[in-house]
């Protein structure tokens, strides 16, 4: 069945450095992808998305970045900042926001 | 903050008890969503609810069940409480129009826990 994973359960970087997060997932058919971030006692909040007819998409700070060969998507933050420190999950969306999310990566940000 | 408002914050409970959450939508949200989220994982799509029906579900019993109201306001309610049950319950917002989805909208969720 559709499943979409995350290859790292924590990743910590140095205040200003560049962040890459992971993230693979396994129905060929998935067509619409959404990174979230997600702070300690709130909801998910969108941060960037990408249709598969798309293999960048770029944002203030953030770009995804789409394989569809490898059913690979990675989330890159640059300048990484302390206030990015949060969890950070992958969705894909294959009927009308009903959600399939990964196990999340936990970003920290060393000052 | 995304207009998706949801009560109580918290909720203790016991295994077998009902309980009832509350959602308010975005306001011009015509959608919602309802998502488990267990600790350390990502969250997992219970249904959908569009124009008071269900839309979608998601790989839950029956137990689960919720309502959408005229005002697109909606209830997720859990019969005969499990243990596993105890997670974060997280209610979303979109609109649906002419075919299409908007960007979902989440609320800070509420906490359950069965002891």
């Known amino acids: 069945g559709e499943s979409v994973g995350l290859h790292l359960p924590t990743l910590s970087v140095q205040e200003g450095d560049n962040s890459i997060i992971n993230c693979a997932y396994s129905n060929s058919a998935s067509d619409y992808f959404i990174w979230y971030k997600q702070e300690s006692g709130k909801g998910p909040q969108f941060i960037i998305d990408?249709?598969?007819?798309?293999d960048k998409r770029q944002g203030q700070r953030v770009t995804v970045l789409l394989n569809k060969t490898v059913k690979h998507l990675s989330l890159q933050i640059a300048a990484t900042q302390p206030g990015d420190s949060a969890v950070y999950f992958c969705?894909?969306?294959?009927?009308?926001?009903?959600?399939?999310f990964g196990g999340g990566t936990r970003l920290m940000v060393k000052p | 903050e995304t207009g998706v408002t949801q009560s109580p914050t918290h909720l203790i409970k016991t295994r077998g008890q009902q309980v009832t959450l509350r959602c308010s939508s975005q306001s011009g949200h015509n959608t919602v969503s309802w998502y488990q989220q267990a600790l350390g994982q990502g969250p997992q799509f219970i249904f959908q609810y569009y124009r008071e029906e269900e839309n979608g579900r998601g790989n839950f019993p029956p137990r689960f069940s919720g309502l959408q109201f005229p005002n697109y306001s909606s209830e997720l309610n859990v019969n005969a409480l499990e243990l596993d049950d105890s997670a974060l319950y997280l209610c979303?917002?979109?609109?649906?129009?002419?075919?299409?989805?908007?960007?979902?909208?989440f609320g800070s969720g509420t906490q359950l826990s069965v002891l």
């Open positions: 979303a917002s979109s609109t649906k129009q002419g075919g299409m989805d908007e960007k979902l909208f």
């Open positions: 969705a894909s969306d294959n009927a009308g926001n009903m959600l399939t």
């Open positions: 990408i249709r598969s007819n798309m």
